[in-house]
T-cell receptor, first 114, second 114 residues
Framework: DGGITQSPKYLFRKEGQNVTLSCEQN?????MYWYRQDPGQGLRLIYY???????QKGDIAEGYSVSREKKESFPLTVTSAQKNPTAFYLC?????????????FGAGTRLSVL | DQQVKQNSPSLSVQEGRISILNCDYT??????FLWYKKYPAEGPTFLIS?????DKNEDGRFTVFLNKSAKHLSLHIVPSQPGDSAVYFC?????????????FGTGTRLTIIP
């Protein structure tokens, strides 16, 4: 089945630690996105990538880093510089030419600080 | 600056009746609008979209209305079913190839009362 897979489902981070959230898609989508959701808030864009080896900062990129070495994969690293990392993280992808601006989401990763 | 606003955090509707969810936007450059449905601890699922060249789009029980002059869109669900209980997000974008970012509202929690 085609889809977007995020792992792990739950993740715990210790103070000062970097953690990496995985996002893999087998939909052959060219664009991928990372969002953060906090309680009572909408989804806020962290980073996005429209092609391999290229990515842009979203609205809240500070304390995060990404890479896009393969079309299928767009991992997000939450660095120790992110002082409030507890949130629900969502990865999305789209075929920009076919699907216009419709983005398809993974099931999410919930990150908590120990 | 919240460019997409959902002013009702929650809404309760009797099963079988119509649910109307509202969304307002401030950026007149937005030309494509989407509604997503989200269950707890899951990723959002695309429901329905509308281009600014239309004022109505229908898909089964779901209809989206767009009033460009008022910068307002609404999602109608008829008839409402218990499985419709979820958080609904509206999103907007500017359709420029290479700039397919979505701006999300804060969501409305819909509860269908049996």
């Amino acid at each position: 089945d085609g889809g977007i897979t995020q792992s792990p489902k739950y993740l715990f981070r210790k103070e000062g630690q970097n953690v990496t959230l995985s996002c893999e898609q087998n939909l052959n989508h060219d664009a991928m996105y990372w969002y953060r959701q906090d309680p009572g808030q909408g989804l806020r864009l962290i980073y996005y990538s429209q092609i391999v080896n290229d990515f842009q900062k979203g609205d809240i990129a500070e304390g995060y880093s990404v890479s896009r070495e393969k079309k299928e994969s767009f991992p997000l690293t939450v660095t120790s510089a992110q002082k409030n990392p507890t949130a629900f993280y969502l990865c999305a992808s789209t075929n920009r030419k076919r699907d216009k601006n419709i983005q398809y989401f993974g099931a999410g990763t919930r990150l908590s600080v120990l | 600056d919240q460019q997409v606003k959902q002013n009702s955090p929650s809404l309760s509707v009797q099963e079988g009746r119509i649910s109307i969810l509202n969304c307002d936007y401030t950026n007149s450059m937005f030309d494509y609008f989407l509604w997503y449905k989200k269950y707890p601890a899951e990723g959002p699922t695309f429901l329905i979209s509308i281009s600014s060249i239309k004022d109505k789009n229908e898909d089964g029980r779901f209809t989206v209305f767009l009033n460009k002059s008022a910068k307002h869109l609404s999602l109608h669900i008829v008839p409402s079913q218990p499985g419709d209980s979820a958080v609904y997000f509206c999103a907007a974008s500017v359709t420029t190839f290479g700039n397919e970012k979505l701006t999300f509202g804060t969501g409305t929690r819909l509860t269908i009362i049996p």
